[in-house]
């Protein structure tokens, strides 16, 4: 088909791909130490906020970024307290985050900046055309002028996987999501993990956040998100909880997005090409295709004094 | 009483804990706290048009919370009401416009009905059966099939078959006969229909009955609460699980027929509603009473509606409504740590008087 | 040999109870040491005392000479204690080297998995574990499993092994293999520790044992010089037992009659294995056993919690084998579950809700499908007053009943609805003197009812007391069926472990 020798279409689904591949290995992270994470869209949506709001404040799109993450860590923060601390249910918390964070940053946008939105004269983080690879055709193509967080995103990709996968730390960290007790009992500090991991999480989903605001665009509209926190959720079940996973599914789904706007003048309704992602998901989740499970204590408080 | 008094209690601390960070939040942005939640009251309460706003908006959040309430009344989490929703509004609005012959009132039940058939199919079924044979999470299902629901709302009227003829997209208007009378025009202009009243609260009641005067509630619970207890028993765990998330669609179901006969007449874009989170606070703050379910509906309804006035009269954005929400939600979840806290503050004068008297 | 471990007068209180009551214990360097003793003599709670679980009320605990307190597993490992605990500690999803490495892997920030690997092959040869560490656990049969324990604790240079129930769950093929390990480290001078309830294996592999009863250890002698029936009286004690009055039992018609009854439980594992057993009307037949011989998981059998992997189940001359839980009940079974909590109450439920547990879909509870709550309370008050429920409030929540009340609830419940035969589970747990002997009584009135009762206990002193004839359980199979008012402790204590005694030529 025509379509897919047009490298656009893979330059558009790499950079459909970030804003899900990055919330969904922070979920991996999350869930992975044994924290359910449905609070990925909320983490983002502050993250997309306080991105824009602090690089117009500041003039620095690098300092958006830096409050982006630090406000999307804190968020993320209090979510973990909740979780972990007060053992609180975990989806009935992700909830409150997601709801909280619309109204906040929609409020936020209202009262900071008016009717009229963030100003067009924010500034955006830069867009980078890789040396020597955009010389390469139709390689070339794919990484023209994509924005920096792409680059970031990719290397965020193979770290978590060497992170969670070959150091020390990734290990006890999958140790404490499987069997907190287990790992308590061999000296592992089940909650400060637990911390860790939800609190990467929130850093990811925040720079994921970001990417919309002030990587694609440099401004805030209200629920701009739309959807992708939970979307992650699915490339998350569906990349089987690894980061590989995660991103293979996000550039899968990415990809059924950019077809679908593709397709939309050949009459193929996108709406329904959107749906992919979450049959994938249910279909992946009952095991008619090699089941995705999850990690075994994920979701259940652990008290380490009984 | 007593007990009531602790079941609600923290809802109610809860509420007024998000209320004054609430405050503190329009303070910072340099209003004043007080004026701005008075014209959210009397946005929500002050005359008869906004009291009947409140209604009408609290119509769907009770029915989508009447829902969720009995799936958690069964041990079960439906987070995919909003689907549920749409999937049965579109049923109801084909069935309202496609067939024309038939006499008014039975064309509503029969639109209703279909409405919470096709709830009940879409959030009971694939949920249902998955959980019950091989244990997938409900929580991911129902917010799959959530999503999947919307966007098959939305293709049926961009491009699908429901598209009225012409560049909008948005379905035909179902017939005159079966929208829900509004009586006067004060009602009217609230679009509140007592007819749609009338359904609300005999839906809460059936919900209470079902629950709780019923062989099935009474199932429903043991299976919720136990469910080693239930097989014990000589329940059928699988059905009931089944059933439940049935029944949970069904009344989400429900909201999407009786929005589209009283309230919106056709489906139109605009399908991020949000009823179906809304509605687990509402479900949540009532404790998954569904005569509380109706109370908490018209809380949340106010809410909206109180926001909606307060951002013309005030000029707070009426997110502010989602701020609260988000932060009663955040600490009702919280709340089992206050008994941990006052045990630690015990402890802590206890060790402190054990000081002072050595 | 010199003393490694020293436990010299421990106690441990919890309220109420005297879990470990003056416990004195050494253990030589290379020795293998059994501590025997029957449920709840308190072998567990002293385990977890030495491994930093719990704090001793009083005593004193030394390692190598020096007095030690651990205030948790992990200083009890720094310090050179390695526990192989009966529920394993491992994580499935992970592999051998990777569980026995966790918590201190080899490495940098990076994990160096081929170190871990190589350390790990090296001491699973050293002490002839053979087991492959690039395995998942999931993939390893529980013998295999119990290993990585052990390899866990070698990891971490330990300088003791506890094992604590290490058969409970194995085949008799990884038991001999189980025990050749023990024989290695032994030789490699490591003291073990042999927590057990099984006289045949205390006697097989351990150089010395001390034996526990009721929260005291009773003396220590050498393996060699002690016969099973010594071991088996120290084991159970020589009080008498205080036995229930009663009628002669005036045994009716059979009501069960299990025929080559084999049960998987939930895990899989086939834990009763071929019993043939009779129930008659008018009698009560104990079932014991040692925990974890398929008592349990036969009781949910009859009552229709579990499928019977093989057999047949006849009840009152009908084949139940294919019976839902439901069917039965309708027949005339009632089962007063072993845990109360999990299975035999609903606890936010209230009184009334409970007590109609098992017969709200009929009348007058419920007609056409809608509960009738007052029928329902009249008959709760019926139930309370009878058997004497406090507080006497049917509104009451389950949750805020004691644990005596909560169990009057469920046995008021069973044998009200008119039973033709009661399987009572572990009826006395945890409850005190006075509730004990209600719910005694109540077991007795209904066997003289001409009601069939198989009564199935840990507790030694409530099968005697009750029991017309005894059932003895082992491994899935009855050891012997003798008659009750003759029975000895000793008899029983023997036939638990296995062994078969002379007694059964008179019994039979």
């Not at chain 3, 990076?110 to 699973?124: C, D």
């Not at chain 3, 003895?472 to 003759?486: A, E, F, L, M, Y």
Request: hydrophobic fraction near 45%.
């Amino acid at each position: 088909m025509s379509i897919f020798a047009d490298a656009q279409i893979w330059n558009s689904t790499l950079s459909m791909a970030v804003p899900l591949a990055l919330p969904a290995i922070g979920g991996t992270f999350s869930e992975r130490t044994g924290v359910v994470n449905v609070a990925m869209e909320g983490i983002m949506l502050m993250g997309a906020f306080f991105g824009v709001a602090f690089s117009y404040w500041t003039g620095s799109a690098w300092i958006g970024l830096l409050m982006a993450l630090i406000i999307g860590g804190l968020t993320s923060a209090a979510f973990a307290w909740g979780a972990i601390r007060v053992s609180a249910d975990q989806v009935v918390l992700g909830m409150a985050i997601n709801i909280f964070a619309a109204g906040l940053t929609a409020f936020l946008l209202d009262t900071v900046f008016g009717f009229s939105g963030t100003p067009p004269t924010t500034p955006k983080l830069p867009n980078v055309s890789l040396p020597g690879i955009d010389k390469i055709p139709y390689v070339g193509q794919i990484f023209t002028n994509q924005s920096i967080l792409v680059y970031v995103m990719i290397a965020i990709v193979i770290l978590s996987h060497w992170f969670l996968f070959h150091t020390r730390l990734g290990l006890r960290m999958r140790s404490v999501g499987e069997n907190p007790l287990a790992a308590d009992t061999v000296g592992i500090n089940v909650w400060r993990l637990r911390y860790a991991g939800v609190i990467i999480g929130g850093l990811l989903s925040a720079l994921g956040g970001a990417y919309l605001s002030i990587g694609v665009l440099n401004s805030f509209s209200v629920n701009m998100t739309n959807g992708r926190g939970y979307i992650a959720l699915a490339a998350m079940i569906f990349g089987k909880w690894t980061p590989l996973g995660s991103f293979g599914a996000a550039l899968l789904f990415g990809f059924s997005t950019a077809l679908g706007i593709v397709l939309q003048g050949n009459g193929v309704s996108s709406n329904l090409l959107q749906m992919i992602p979450y049959a994938l998901t249910i279909i992946a989740l009952t095991g008619l295709v090699g089941r995705s499970i999850p990690p075994a204590a994920d979701g259940l408080p652990y008290d380490p004094k009984r | 009483m007593k007990a009531l008094r602790s079941t609600f209690l923290g809802p109610i601390v809860a509420t007024l804990l998000a209320i004054v960070i609430g405050g503190i939040l329009v303070s910072a942005m340099g209003y004043n706290p007080f004026s701005v939640y008075g014209s959210l009251i009397s946005g929500a309460f002050g005359n008869i048009p906004s009291l009947g706003n409140t209604i009408t908006a609290s119509i769907p959040l009770v029915l989508c919370g009447l829902g969720i309430a009995i799936a958690f009344q069964s041990g079960l989490f439906n987070i995919g009401a909003d689907g549920q929703y749409w999937v049965a509004a579109a049923a109801s609005v084909w069935v309202g416009y496609h067939f024309t012959s038939l006499p008014g009132w039975l064309h509503i039940i029969f639109c209703l009905v279909v409405g919470m058939l096709v709830g009940a199919i879409w959030g009971g079924i694939i949920p249902g059966l998955t959980k019950a044979y091989v244990g997938s999470s409900e929580v991911i299902t129902t917010m799959m099939l959530s999503y999947i629901g919307i966007l098959l709302a939305r293709y049926l009227i961009e491009g699908g078959p429901m598209q009225e003829p012409g560049s909008n997209p948005q379905s035909p208007e179902i017939v005159q006969n079966t929208q829900l009378p509004y009586f006067n025009q004060t009602l009217m202009q609230s679009q509140l229909s007592l007819v749609a009243v009338a359904i609300t609260i005999l839906a809460a009641v059936v919900a209470w009955f079902l629950l709780y005067k019923t062989t099935i509630g009474y199932q429903l619970r043991a299976v919720g609460f136990n469910q080693r207890a239930a097989r014990y028993a000589g329940m059928r765990v699988t059905l009931y699980t089944v059933i439940a998330l049935c029944l949970s669609g069904l009344f989400a179901g429900l909201a999407g027929s009786v929005q589209m006969l009283g309230v919106d007449h056709r489906l139109m874009d605009g399908f991020s509603s949000n009823y179906g989170y809304t509605a687990i606070v509402v479900s949540l703050l009532a404790r998954n009473n569904p005569l509380g379910v109706l109370l908490a509906g018209l809380f949340f309804g106010a809410l909206t509606t109180g926001g909606q006035n307060m951002q013309i009269i005030s000029n707070v954005p009426a997110a502010l409504t989602d701020v609260l929400q988000g932060l009663i939600i955040f600490f009702v979840a919280c709340e089992r740590i206050v008994p941990q806290i006052i045990q630690w503050y015990r402890r802590r004068r206890s060790l402190r008087s054990g000081v002072a008297a050595s | 040999m010199e003393d490694f471990l020293e436990v010299i007068d421990l106690k441990k209180w919890f309220p109420g109870v005297k879990a470990n009551d003056g416990v004195n214990l050494t253990l030589r360097r290379g020795e293998v040491h059994a501590i025997l003793g029957e449920n709840g003599a308190g072998k567990s709670t002293l385990m977890k005392m030495i491994y930093g679980l719990l704090e001793p009320t009083s005593g004193e605990i030394r390692l190598a000479g020096q007095p030690v307190h651990f205030r948790s597993p992990r200083e009890a490992i720094q310090a050179g204690i390695g526990m192989v605990h009966q529920h394993f500690m491992l994580i499935p999803a992970l592999t051998v080297a990777e569980n026995v490495v966790l918590g201190d892997e080899p490495g940098g920030v990076n994990y160096n998995r081929r170190e871990a690997v190589r350390h790990v092959r090296a001491l699973s040869e050293r002490y002839g574990l053979d087991i492959d560490p690039t395995a998942k656990i999931s993939q390893l049969s529980v013998g295999l499993q119990q290993r990585v324990e052990i390899l866990k604790a070698f990891y971490r240079k330990a300088r003791l092994i506890i094992l604590d129930e290490p058969t409970a769950l194995l085949t008799p093929q990884e038991t001999r293999e189980l025990f050749n390990i023990v024989r290695n480290l032994k030789a490699e001078g490591i003291p073990v520790l042999f927590i057990s309830h099984k006289l045949d294996e205390v006697k097989e592999i351990s150089d010395r044992v001390t034996v526990m009863r009721a929260g005291k250890t009773v003396d220590s002698v050498r393996t060699a010089d002690a016969t099973p029936q010594d071991l088996a009286n120290m084991m159970v004690g020589r009080e008498v037992v205080l036995r229930i009055q009663k009628e002669v039992a005036k045994p009716g018609a059979p009501v069960l009659q299990l025929e080559d009854v084999k049960v998987r439980d939930k895990a899989k594992n086939l834990r009763v294995k071929g019993i043939t057993l009779e129930l008659r009307r008018g009698e009560i037949l104990g079932l014991a056993g040692i925990d974890g011989n398929g008592q349990f998981e036969l009781a949910d059998a009859i009552a229709g919690l579990l499928r019977p992997e093989d057999g047949r189940i006849i009840f009152d001359g009908h084949d139940i084998t294919h019976m839902t839980p439901a069917q039965r009940t309708e027949r005339g079974i009632a089962y007063v579950p072993q845990d109360r909590h999990a299975d035999g109450l609903v606890l936010e439920f209230d009184l009334v809700e409970n007590t109609i547990l098992r017969d709200f879909h009929k009348r007058p509870y419920s007609s056409a499908g809608i509960l009738r709550r007052k029928p329902a309370e009249d008959y709760t008050k019926r139930l309370i007053e009878a058997f004497d429920v406090r507080p006497p409030q049917p509104a009451r929540k389950a949750a805020e009943l004691s644990g005596g009340n909560q169990q009057k609830v469920i046995l008021a419940r069973e044998v009200s609805r008119d039973p033709i035969m009661l399987i009572a589970a572990q009826p006395t747990r945890g409850l005190d003197v006075g509730a004990i002997e209600g719910i005694h009584r109540q077991l007795v009135r209904l066997r003289d009812e001409g009601k069939g009762v198989l009564l199935v206990s840990l507790e030694m002193d409530e099968i005697l007391s009750l029991s017309d004839r005894i059932a003895v359980i082992h491994d899935g199979r009855i050891v012997d069926v003798i008659p009750g008012d003759t029975a000895t402790r000793e008899q029983i204590g023997l036939l638990m472990t296995g062994s078969r005694t002379n007694s059964e030529v008179a019994s039979s």
